[in-house]
């Protein structure tokens, strides 16, 4: 203990350290020469560095994916604010839109059409998460069909 020089620490006395932390040097009082500057090791071993990489380049599979998902979104919500419904701003994979009169005569259109969307939220909002492109095109079709029973239902 007490000496001083460059470099790494070894971390232990019975490695003839004097107990720094790895990556951290110990040096003399007027600083550590150029010949003196070691690299920091890397976060992590050759393997799990090695492993990764694969890792990264499938990560473009999932983030297409999650693209898509909100593109799909964000085409639903244009679809559904030009039908003159509210849509609540979203960046989640499902939308809140109404507001309607009757939110379960609505929704149980939609199921009679075997498209089923969710049912909670504020009275009168619907909750529909998104799909597919053909999953949403069945949505908006049954939607169009139960939107029109219900304005003949006003009618009447």
Known sequence: MGRTRGGLGAGSRAAGGDRTAEGTG??????????????????????????????????AGPLATVQALR????????????????????????VLFGEF?????????????????????????????IGTPAEMDAFCSALLTALEGAREEVRR
């Open 101 to 129: 009169a009757d939110a379960h005569a609505i929704w149980q259109s939609l199921l009679a059409r075997g498209v089923l969307i969710r049912e909670v939220g504020p009275p009168g909002w619907l909750r529909v998460s």
């Open 26 to 59: 110990a040096a003399a009082p007027g600083g550590v020469g150029p010949g003196l500057v070691a690299r920091l090791p890397s976060p992590l071993p050759g393997v799990p560095r090695a492993g990764a990489r694969p890792a990264r380049a499938k990560a």
């Open 71 to 94: 593109a799909e979104r964000d085409s639903v919500v244009d679809w559904l604010r030009g039908r003159g419904l509210t849509v609540a701003d979203s960046d989640a994979n499902f």
